[in-house]
C-alpha cells in the first residue's frame, strides 16, 4: 500500500482534482496520526473524587475527553478519555483540582 | 490599443500586478525592490487598482501574508530581493509545497556583508531548489510580460506551484525602458480566473502542514517534481498565446540569437543576455561565429533545449553572475548536466557584486576561450574567473589555484 492510499484512509491528508497530493487534512479524529501510540502514561479515573467541574475537558489539548453526564457515583459529570487518541501528556492530571485522575505507567509492549 | 510608456523595470512589474487583477499584495520594503511596492501602493491609492496592500514587518510575514491571501483563495503578490529573500527563506517553501498558486518579484541583489546593494544572482539561485518556477527577464518589457504568464502558469492545475519572475537589480529595476503596457482585456482573456487546488475559509476547517507518513511526504515531493516537469508544456502553451495576443511570443524557455549556425555559444540569463547579444555581433565581424543562448526560464531548466542547442557546437561559455562556494558557478553546473555533446566548456563568474561587464568584456571573454579551444583542442574548465580585465582559474580539482591567470585579449592590463 503506498503511503498515499495510507494518508488518505487516515483522513491525513488529500488529494486535489488533479491528482496532486497535499499537505492538507480535514478536522477529523486521528488527523495526526494515532497519538495513543505515544503515550508511556495513562490518565485513570478515580470517579469519587470527581467532581464535575469539567476542567480536564477544558484543557485536554488533544480534545480526547468527553464528559458523560449523570454518570458519576454522586450524579456528576464525569471524564471518560478516548485512549485511541490520548497521548498521555498528563495536563489533565494537572489541573484537576481534587486529584480524581492519576497518571499511572502503560505496561511496556502494549498500548 | 496598449499603450506604450517609458517605465523602470519595477513599475513594469507594478503594472504587470495590476492587469492580473491581484487581489492582495504583502511585503516589506528592500533597495531595490522598493519601487515595485510604492508602485503598486500609488495605484491603489489612485484608484486605478482595487488590492489590498498589506504593510507587514519582515520579509518573512510578506510572503505569510500573501500566501495567507492565496490559500484563502486570492491572486497574490510579493515582492523582495537579497537578505529580505534571505529572511523570507522558509516560507517560500510553504507556500509551494502547500502547491498554492502566488507570483513573487525578486530583484536580484548581492547578499551582505560587506553590503552591496548591486546586481548578483546569489539571492535568486538560492530558490532554486524550493519548488518554486523560476524566470529571469532580460528588459523591462519582458518583466512585466513575465509577470502576467508567470500567474496563468502558477495557476494552471497541471502545475499548482508559484513562480519568480527575476530581474536584475538597477540594470532593469531603476532604468527606463520602452514598455508596452497590454490593454486589460488582452490580459482578461489570457488571464483565466484564479484556479487553486483548495481554498481555507471561514466555516470549512481544514488542517495545512500536519504530520503525514514519511512515504506520504515523500510521495508529495516528488509529485512536485512531476509538476515542473510538467510546467515546460504550460509554459510553451501560455507563451504561444500570449503572442497571438500581445504580437510578443514567449514560446521559448530560452531565447537564442543567432545560435544556429554558431561554433560558439554564449550561455547566461538576466539583463547582461542583452550585451551578449552585441557582443555576438561583434564577434561575428572578427570572423568568429558565437551565437547568443539566453535562459528565461531556470526552473523548470529547459533542459532539451540546451542539450539541442549544445549539438554540433565547439565551444560553451557560461556567465554566471554568483558562485556556488568549492565548485563552480550554479548556470554553469546546470547547463553542463544537459549538454550531451560535450564541447568544450568554460564557466565565467563575472559581475559578481555588481561589478559592471560589457559587451566588449563578454566579447574578449569570448575570445580568450576560444583561443584555448585553438591551442589545446577541447578544454572543460568549470571556472575561470574574469575579473577586471584578467582571468583567474579558480575550478575544483585544478591544485593549486593559479592566483593569476592572464590578461583578457584586447584589455590593457586593467586593475586587478
Ligand atoms: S493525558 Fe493529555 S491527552 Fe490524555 S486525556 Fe489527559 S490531557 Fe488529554
Ligand atoms: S478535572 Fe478532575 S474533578 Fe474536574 S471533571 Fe476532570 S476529573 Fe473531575
Redesign the pocket.
Known sequence: MSGVEAARRGLVARIDPAGHPLPLSEAAPGSAGRTGFWRTHRPV?EPA?????????LYCPEDVIE?AEGAGPRGQ???VIDYEYCKGCGV?VD????R??KLVEEPIGEG | MPARMGLRGNEAVAYAVKLARVEVVAAYPITPQTIVVEKIDELISKGEMDAEMIHVESEHSALAAAYGAAVGGVRAFTATASHGLAYMYEMLWWTAASRIPLVMAIITRAIGPPWNIHVEHADIMSTRDTGWLISMAENNQEALDLTIIMFRVTEDPRVYLPGIVGLDGFILSHTVEPVEIPDQEAVDAFLPPRRQPYTIEPGDPKAMGNLVPDEYFEELRMDMHRSMLEARRVIMEAGREYGKLTGRDYSGLVECYRCGDADTLIVGMGSWMGDAKVAVDMLREKGLRAGALRLRWVRPFPWEELREAGLGKRLVVVLDRSISFGHAGPLFLEVSSALEARPSMVGVPAGIGGVDISYEDIARIVEEAYGMVEERGRVFIPVYWYHLGRFYRLSPGAAPPEAVARAAPGAGGGGG
Open positions: 479515573l473524587r470527581c467532581v464535575g467541574c469539567y476542567l480536564c475537558w464528559m459529570a464525569v471524564p489533565c489541573v484537576c483540582p481534587t480524581a485522575l
